[in-house]
């Protein structure tokens, strides 16, 4: 999981509004009434895209640059940015129930002074897994 900036192309609706379109990643467009609506909505589309990308494994082809884009009169290009690790933990926060084993005297020690396991580890396995 990364940060990422991909440029997107915001095209004028007739209707009002904007659809953007990220051409540097296959599939991944979307819209909005407005162009705070239509940024919002292209950093939301671009983070759900790339996190599918790394839960696939799948190869994340590099960003274009502003100048390698074809736009017509009326489009306009503006890069994107997202965290996928953050979409990550705001909508796939289901909790997984796992099984441990540790040491009795352990076991004992943390639970007189009230450690929560659960807390404890979800920050051990955070701290090991991303600062590497």
């Not at 590099?62 to 933990?89: G, W």
């Not at 796939?92 to 005297?105: A, D, G, Q, V």
């Amino acid at each position: 999981m990364a940060k990422y900036a991909y440029p997107a192309i915001f095209t004028p609706a007739e209707e009002g509004g904007y659809t953007v379109n990220f051409p540097d990643l296959e599939g991944c467009f979307t819209e909005g009434d407005t162009l705070a609506e239509a940024i919002y909505m292209a950093e939301d589309a671009l983070a759900l895209i790339l996190y599918g990308y790394e839960k696939d494994q799948r190869h994340i082809p590099a960003p274009s640059t502003h100048t390698q884009l074809p736009l017509t009169s009326d489009e306009f290009v503006n890069f994107i940015a997202c965290d996928t690790l953050e979409y990550q933990k705001r909508y796939n926060n289901k909790s997984i129930k796992k099984t441990l084993t540790i040491p009795e005297w352990l076991n004992e020690s943390a639970t007189s002074k009230g450690i929560n396991f659960s807390q404890i580890l979800q920050e051990a396995l955070i701290s090991k897994i991303y600062s590497e």
